[in-house]
Nanobody, 124 residues
């Protein structure tokens, strides 16, 4: 059974940084794309960024240049480093692993296992 456990959310001031972690069991991250999504109150879940099985990354325009995704294969963990945080980054953040190996899309429905979500709150 695949399980994703997120950690690292919390509070930050605008301009600050936070790092989220997503640790997996039951599926090897190096064979699958791992995406980060977020959902703010009253809004739909949106794509933040992803790291493909190859190690290349993809980011939404809203976070490009501020957020960085990396992966530690030995720990089977993916990280989301968030810098220059803005109040509009406030949301619950989720990691998710793609349904198929060596496949990639930004579409949330293509990811079949999700973390529990972690709250990120950025104050102005």
């Amino acid at each position: 059974q695949v399980q994703l456990v997120e950690s690292g959310g919390g509070f930050a001031q605008a301009g600050g940084s936070l790092r989220l972690s997503c640790a997996a069991s039951g599926r090897t991250f190096s064979n699958y794309a791992v995406g980060w999504f977020r959902q703010a109150p009253g809004k739909e879940r949106e794509f933040v960024g992803a790291i493909r099985w190859s190690g290349t990354t993809d980011y939404a325009d809203s976070v490009k240049g501020r957020f960085t995704i990396s992966r530690d294969n030995a720990k089977n963990t993916v990280y989301l480093q968030m810098n220059s945080l803005k109040p509009e980054d406030t949301a619950v953040y989720y990691c998710a692993v793609h349904s198929f190996p060596r496949a990639y899309t930004r579409v949330a429905s293509s990811y079949d296992y999700w973390g529990q979500g972690t709250q990120v709150t950025v104050s102005s």
